[in-house]
């Protein structure tokens, strides 16, 4: 049953019910939505952003120039909040509870104090008020293919729409200037894209005749390159759209003697391999299973052979206070993983193998531009995705993750990595 809020009835925005039932309805007034009301206008008082009334108030220290957020229904937003934390916070945008200029600044205020926006006694009560993982999301064998078929089957179609041409879904690594600083204008997403699988392949050490092992295959373009290199490939993953697409993509490269892309869980593969590769899949491991993810890369090296690894991260202190929580990204997007930090990665090649980590590069500003372009693309895109059959509650949702992440990584919060692995008793 929908709730009936002052001068306004939910759902709103002409919502699907059906489709969207934990949007339907708007949770009831009490305690909680006071609470939330209250710590709401004590962060944001605190930060650069310009937070906007209907009755003309505005919050915040933004100024003239701060990013502005657009609170359309304040009493819905301070329900959602207050029932469902940071998921009431992402599920009030996809209702159209609240609104933004510029999603991804506005996020980034936010995200610059993650680590203070509860205060102290509250961050106390943690496991009191947070949600955790539903056990049916956590990455066993029986339930990773249903975790990876909730995003990444959603449609090859819909991913087209705001990759480049390689259709790679990880970050570019653009053209910097010998301050580190990213080129305007020297790079095309799909060349920029093309530079960071060349670059993990080189250290890696991918040549003629080297055997390849790709864990996670995305829609093909690594093991393409890899391929075209002259080593022959094999290529694991649980999304069976990707592996048609990826298959298409190999068969039209004229490399299909070269590239095998199997249905596999990596807890079963086998075979002994000079190169194991693999781009952000450890973000969908899950906590609990990192020591036998590493095993299994261990296993399956050749002596002498190399891990090219590229993970996302994140400050290792969130991590340990948020790797049991359940969050917006969980629900809607990517159930079942954890974002892993660097001394979480560190310490467990260290515990569970025989590896070391002889190399790591990290690039996340990379990661945030290539989320610019993504967003910029999937916003132009709009007509296109609603001829897919996605309505405007799930473009809400779309622009919230591609802005959500952006945010972490203009912010420095969320990092991106690549690391080489070898044997310790390797040079």
């Known amino acids: 049953m929908s709730h009936t809020l002052p001068g306004r009835q939910s759902p709103p925005l002409g919502l699907d019910a059906e489709r969207w ?6 949770p009831p007034a009490g305690l909680s939505s006071r609470v939330a ?46 029932a469902g934390g940071l998921i009431g916070f992402g599920e009030a945008y996809m209702a159209g509870d609240w609104t933004a200029d510029d999603l991804p600044a506005v996020l980034t205020v936010f995200a610059r104090r993650m680590a203070t926006l509860v205060p102290p006694p509250l961050q106390r009560l943690r496991d009191v008020y947070v949600q955790h993982q539903p ?17 990444y089957d959603l449609s090859n179609e819909l991913f087209a729409l705001f990759l480049d041409e390689t259709m790679t879904y990880s970050s570019a690594l653009f053209e910097a200037g010998p301050d580190g600083s990213l080129l305007a204008g020297v790079d095309t997403l799909a060349s920029a894209q093309q530079r960071k699988v060349d670059r993990l392949l080189d250290g890696a050490h991918v040549g003629p005749g080297t ?8 829609w093909g373009e690594l093991a393409i390159r890899a391929a075209e290199r002259g080593a022959v490939v094999r290529s694991i993953t649980l999304s069976e759209e990707q592996r048609t697409l990826a298959q298409a993509r190999v068969a039209e490269a004229g490399l299909a003697d070269r ?14 391999y ?24 261990e296993r399956l090296l050749a002596p002498g052979g190399r891990v090219g690894l590229q993970a996302i991260t994140m400050p290792h202190d969130r991590m340990l206070a948020s790797r049991d929580t359940y969050t917006w990204i969980h629900k809607y997007i990517f159930p079942g993983g954890l974002l892993p930090s660097v001394t979480a990665i560190e310490a467990t090649v260290a515990a569970a193998t025989s590896l070391r980590v002889a190399e790591r590069f990290s690039f996340g500003p990379h990661y945030a531009e290539t989320l610019r372009v993504w967003r910029e693309t999937f916003d132009d895109s709009a007509d296109a995705v609603e001829a897919l059959g996605f309505d405007d509650t799930f473009r809400r949702m779309w622009r919230m993750y591609l802005g959500y992440s952006e945010a972490g990584f203009r912010s420095g919060y969320l990092d991106v990595n690549q690391f080489i692995l070898t044997q310790r008793s390797s040079a």
């Open 37 to 82: 009301r209250k710590l709401f206008e004590r962060v944001v008082h605190r930060l650069e952003v310009r937070v906007l009334l209907p009755d003309g108030r505005v919050l915040g220290r933004g100024g003239l120039t701060g990013p502005v957020m657009r609170l359309d229904r304040p009493e819905a937003f301070y329900r959602r909040v207050g």
């Open 21 to 26: 039932p934990d949007l339907a309805s708007v």
């Open 274 to 297: 000079d190169a194991v590769l693999s781009v952000e899949m450890i973000e969908a491991v899950g906590y609990a299973f990192w020591d036998s993810y590493f095993s299994v890369l």
């Open 259 to 272: 590239v095998t892309i199997d249905l596999c869980d990596y807890r079963a593969a086998e075979g002994v």
């Open 211 to 218: 055997r390849v092992l790709e864990i996670g295959t995305g």
């Open 135 to 151: 056990k049916s999301e956590h990455g066993t064998i029986a339930n990773s293919r249903s975790n990876i078929s909730r995003h």
